[in-house]
Every structure is written in C-alpha cells, then in structure tokens.
C-alpha cells in the first residue's frame, strides 16, 4: 500500500482582523490556496499544507488537539485560552508575525477620577479577556471583578453593566466615542505563528521551509534595491550613506569618470537618504522594491 503523503495542517482566522494578513503571508509564501477564501479546507499545490480556516478563538483548541500542526493567531487569544490550561502545555510560539498589533487596556469614563490601580479596587470591569484580566489583578493585589462579555464590551459602563471595561485597543477611537480613558495598558499583543511542540520530524521539515520563507518574506519587506550613478572620486562617502547595505556591487560606466553602483538595503530608504546621497553627488537615483529574497 502506498504511504500516505504527510501534508501540514495550518489554522487560520476564517474572516476578521487577523486573515487578509494572513492570507497575504501565505500568498507570498508561495501558498496560493486552490479553493479560495470561502471553503473551509484549502488545499496548497505547492508544498504539502493544508489550510483550516475558524474563528479565531478556536486556532489555539485545534492545534494543541492536533487537528492542526501551527495556526496564525493574536497573542491576546492566545494567552487567553492557554492561561491556568493543559493547552498551553503543547503549545509554542514558532514565530512572531509583526501585524495585527493592539494592546489590551483598562478603560474607564471620563468622568471617573484615576490616579492609580487602587481606584479600580471594588470595579466590575466587562471583558472578552476575563483571565488575562483577573491574572493582571491577581498579580497587583487588586480586588476587582471581571465580568465575561462576548462582545461590544465598550457599551457595559453606560449600561449600567460594567463600571468600566478592559478590551483591545488600537487607535483609541472606539473608547472616545463611548465616553471612555484608557487607563492602564495590560498587554501588548501582535499576531504569532503557534505550534504543536510534538511534531513528527517530516512535519517539521516542513514547517521548517515555511519559516525560512516568512522570514524571506519579511527582510525583503523591509528591503529596498538601490541603483545609482556616482563619481568615482565620491564613491565612498555615498557608499557609506546606503542605509544596511552590506557590499554593494559597483559596475563601470562609458563615462570613465562614473560608476554605477546597484545595493541591497536591508534598512527603509527614506526621501533623507535619497537627498543626501544626491548631495553627496550621486545622480539617477532609483529605490525599487524586492519581492523576495533568500536570507
Ligand atoms: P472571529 O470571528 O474569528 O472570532 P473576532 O471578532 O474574535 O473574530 P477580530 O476582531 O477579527 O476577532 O480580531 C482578531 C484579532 O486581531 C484580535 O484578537 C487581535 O489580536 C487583533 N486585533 C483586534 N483588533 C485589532 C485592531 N484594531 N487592530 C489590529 N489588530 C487587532
Ligand atoms: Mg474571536
């Protein structure tokens, strides 16, 4: 009987905040997902992998039970489902992904006075996050009550439910507009990639050429190529001027008294840099993207 091909089970978020990212990594991961977004199993043609897409709250269940090896998921969900769990147990963070970052904060009325943790003592306080909230105060010896709610935890206070709330934040805009002052930041969360710590060696294998690839993926985000002419008599002050660039490769010229100079740079080249380096006499400056790289 012919062996049955190990493929890589990956969860992700099916629709929300976290998958256009996700999905994008993946993309340029060269995971082109064949059945497209609305299915629930996807199926990669290129490496063996597999893709589930749930509700977020779910990703951390489904690859601590196995159903799936690593997941995407915010690390606010993730502490939440694992904390005081057997779950956490099988579980590892494999890599930070950099996106989706928010924080989780403690957000009261404008018009409550606050000098200190002391003045939530006695609060109740909705939340999607009851247990990371009830560890921070447990942690700081404060008697509060954490009180669950699924979601529009912003409108308990002025419904009487709550007196103030602890949710995740990103701009802030969503507090102002119910009236309520982040008071306290509790944790700070962006999207990991998580993983089941006992995998077989051929799964890991694969994991393993994912991981090389994000991380392609994310120097060549960050990366600029940089093509220039300069003159030779300039050449080291404006190589000294390329932002992270290692050993740039210099080409001659028919003008004998220019070079053109071509430089991967690992660091963002803002319009500062493009005006020093013409200062310091370099001409026909272009930054170009990279699409991938290999690292
Ligand atoms: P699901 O239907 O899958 O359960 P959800 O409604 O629980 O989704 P989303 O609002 O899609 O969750 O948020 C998913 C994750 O994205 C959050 O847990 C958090 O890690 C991150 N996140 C939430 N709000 C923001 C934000 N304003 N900016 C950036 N990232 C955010
Ligand atoms: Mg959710």
Redesign the pocket.
């Known amino acids: 009987m012919k062996n049955k091909e190990t493929r890589l089970n990956i969860a992700l978020?099916?629709?929300?905040?976290?998958s256009e990212k996700s999905f994008e990594l993946l993309s340029k991961c060269g995971l082109e997902l064949a059945q497209g977004k609305r299915s629930l199993i996807c199926r990669s043609q290129e490496l063996p992998v597999d893709v589930l897409l749930l509700?977020?709250?779910d990703v951390p269940t489904f690859v601590s039970e196995g159903v799936c090896d690593i997941g995407i998921v915010?690390?606010?969900?993730l502490l939440e489902e694992t904390l005081g769990t057997k779950e956490g147990e099988n579980l590892e963070t494999v890599m930070e992904l950099g996106f989706?970052?928010?924080r989780l904060s403690i957000a009261l009325p404008k018009e409550k006075e606050y000098n200190s943790l002391e003045d939530i003592k006695g609060c109740k306080l909705a939340t999607t996050y009851p247990k990371i909230l009830q560890n921070f105060l447990d942690k700081n010896k404060i008697n509060a009550m954490a009180v669950k709610m699924e979601g529009s935890v912003e409108i308990a206070p002025s419904l009487g439910l709550a007196d103030g709330i602890c949710d995740?934040v990103?701009s802030g805009a969503t507090l102002e507009a119910h009236g309520l002052v982040e008071v306290e930041k509790i944790f700070q969360?962006q999207?990991v990639l998580v993983g089941r710590k006992n995998m077989s060696v051929e799964k890991r294998a694969i994991l393993v050429t994912i991981l090389e690839r994000i991380k392609g993926v994310r120097a060549a985000a960050k990366s600029k190529y940089v093509m220039l002419n300069a003159p030779k008599s300039k050449l080291k002050d404006i190589c000294a001027l390329l932002p992270g660039s290692e050993s740039p490769t210099i080409i001659p010229l028919a003008d004998e008294n220019k070079v053109a100079v071509h430089a991967v740079c690992l660091e963002p080249v803002f319009w500062s840099t493009m005006e020093s380096l013409k200062s310091a006499g370099a001409t026909s400056v272009l930054i170009l993207p990279i699409e991938k790289m290999l690292v």
């Open positions: 978020q099916k629709s929300g905040r976290l509700r977020d709250d915010g690390q606010n969900v989706s970052g928010c995740i990103s969360s999207a």
